[in-house]
């Protein structure tokens, strides 16, 4: 935290010599304007004068005559733009089973964006580095192929499809991925180069770096929702951002503002002063393990875990499961399943200090973000003390767990809004293409898709979900600008920054533990 007020320090100082030079320039500007020959001064002055009396008298209204002047002065220059809408057209599709030709195919931005994407976009970089030397061979790319579940084809902004291994689907996480690329073109229309990827909608990474260890060795690029750190799958926004249809979880858009209105209900230190988990334990052992930290007779961890079983909740309408109802303990525990989870996002966004158990896996945001600024770490080899250290902690400096909990939530709630998931796959699929040695085809077997093609044909919540997450415009404005890769000594900086606040916070732990009175 201390590099990060030092580096806003230096932002604002670095801004004053410039400042301070453009006063200067004024300055001298005005200087030479005093040699106005005083004739001209006075005669100013008995205008102004006379034109005041006739004010005061009432003769004319002032106003009248000022007001179009200080609006052009004064008016902002941003355009509200007219929002031309292009809702879903099932009655075109169903027609003919093509896709509609209606929705434009180039816009022009009426509001320049001139913002920098948010520093985890970097990442980007970092993701598609393997390749940076070599480019991707058509040979790469078809090494995907036997792990991929579809192929999707990105030409003459239009998008073709082609599916494979159909028996290993999982739920419908292929279908709301190939949505959300279909909602990019919507918002970004003509703005998607001509581009091949495969796409993997399993959970664990397959693509090891030790395997293309040899040069020219060319691994595949293959896309995911996360990876690890002995992999080299390209990480990839998840399908839940439009939509969870299976668990009854709302496109992001809707489910943030959910949350959102959730935080107000209850005020952080009102809230109940233990760490909050619920899940399904059964997928993973460290899940299971987590699971021994509850309290019981013999001990107490200062924890509250409870047992998802998503069955019950369909059958009960999900009642009980409402993202935007479950922001009411102070502490909220973060365990990856079978490999990262869904639920992340949605526990970080809950105003409350987020638990984090050291993970084994990554999705395209989490490393941008900071122990002990924006989420707690937690040992995942002796997670109940460590669990109950942080309780004990953030319990005893609620001022700084609480602002733990802000920026956490804050991460995702400006940082990781709809817009800015748009830009990151915006920015990753341009720069994948850069990197493509062989012009992109439409296979035979492929079919081309669009909104009508997967909505039109969806039912029941899938089908709503899907128009909840329709962009039925383009956006006004341009993406986000994506800043330069990492020096390598600013990467190996910003990890050490992240290793020793997780170091710090254990040898915090092990001085409360050595002490016989917090012993369990």
């Known amino acids: 935290m201390k590099e990060m007020k030092n580096e806003k320090l230096m932002n604002e100082f670095w801004l004053r010599p410039a400042f301070q030079k453009n006063n200067s320039a004024k300055w001298k500007y005005f200087k030479k304007k005093t040699t106005v020959t005083l004739t001209t001064s006075l005669l100013l002055f008995f205008f102004l004068l006379v034109v005041s009396l006739l004010f005061l008298t009432r003769w004319f209204d002032l106003a009248k005559y000022t007001s179009t002047l200080f609006y052009k002065k004064f008016a902002s220059p941003t355009i509200q733009p007219q929002v031309v809408e292009f809702p879903l057209d099932c009655a075109a599709w169903n027609q003919s089973n093509t896709c ?34 070599t480019g991707i061979t058509r040979e790469m790319l078809e090494k ?51 581009l091949e990827i495969m796409f993997d909608t399993d959970d664990r990474p397959v693509v090891r770096s030790k395997d293309y260890r040899k040069p020219n060795s060319g691994p595949p690029p293959l896309f995911r929702y996360c990876s690890d750190w002995h992999s080299l799958d390209i990480v990839f926004p998840d399908w839940s951002f439009w939509g969870w249809a299976e668990t009854n979880i709302r496109p992001w858009r809707g ?40 309290v019981t007779d013999k001990h107490n961890f200062d924890t509250l875990l409870y047992v998802q079983d998503w069955d019950d909740q369909s059958r009960k309408g999900f009642k009980e ?61 002796d997670k ?13 400096h609620t001022h700084k767990a609480e602002a733990i909990g802000k920026a956490g939530s804050q991460f995702i709630h ?8 748009f830009d990151y796959i915006f920015h990753l699929l341009n720069e994948y293409a850069k990197l493509l040695k062989f012009e992109p085809q439409v296979p035979s077997e492929a079919v081309e898709i669009c909104s009508e093609s997967l909505a ?23 993406p986000c600008t994506l800043s330069p890769p990492y020096e390598p000594q600013q990467l190996k900086s910003f990890v050490e920054q992240k290793i020793k606040a997780t170091q710090e916070v254990e040898a915090w732990e092990n001085e409360y533990w050595s002490n016989p009175k917090n012993k369990q």
């Open 414 to 421: 400006e940082d990781m809004k709809m817009e800015y998931v």
């Open 321 to 381: 499961s409402d993202l935007g109802n479950q922001c009411t303990h102070r502490y909220k525990i973060y365990v990856e399943g079978w490999a990262w989870s869904v639920s992340e996002k949605y526990i970080l966004a809950c105003d409350s200090p987020t638990l984090y158990i050291r993970p084994r896996f990554h999705d395209f945001f989490i490393r941008g973000m900071i122990p002990q600024h924006h989420y707690w770490p937690i040992r995942e080899n």
């Open 144 to 194: 995907g192929k036997r792990h991929a579940h579809f192929r999707l084809i990105i030409l003459d902004g239009k998008i073709y499809v082609e599916k494979y291994n159909t028996k290993r689907f999982i739920q419908t996480r292929h279908l709301y991925t190939m949505y959300g690329i279909v909602q990019l073109l919507r918002w970004y229309p003509g703005r998607l180069p001509n």
């Open 456 to 478: 039109c044909t969806s039912h029941g919540i899938w089908r709503k979900f899907m128009e909840e997450a329709l962009e039925k415009s383009p956006s006004y404005t341009n």
């Open 100 to 133: 509609p030709r209606n929705y434009p195919t180039s816009y022009k931005p009426l509001n320049p964006n001139n913002s920098t994407c948010p520093e985890y976009f970097r990442w980007i970089h970092e993701d598609l580095k393997p390749w940076k030397e």
């Open 384 to 396: 109940c003390k460590s669990l109950k250290f942080a309780v004990q902690w953030g319990n005893n």
């Open 255 to 294: 489910v943030i503002k959910d949350i959102k209105e959730g935080n107000k209900i209850t005020k952080w230190k009102d809230r109940v002063p233990f760490a909050y988990w619920k899940g399904n334990p059964h997928v993973t052992p460290i899940r299971k393990d987590l699971m021994k930290c509850n």
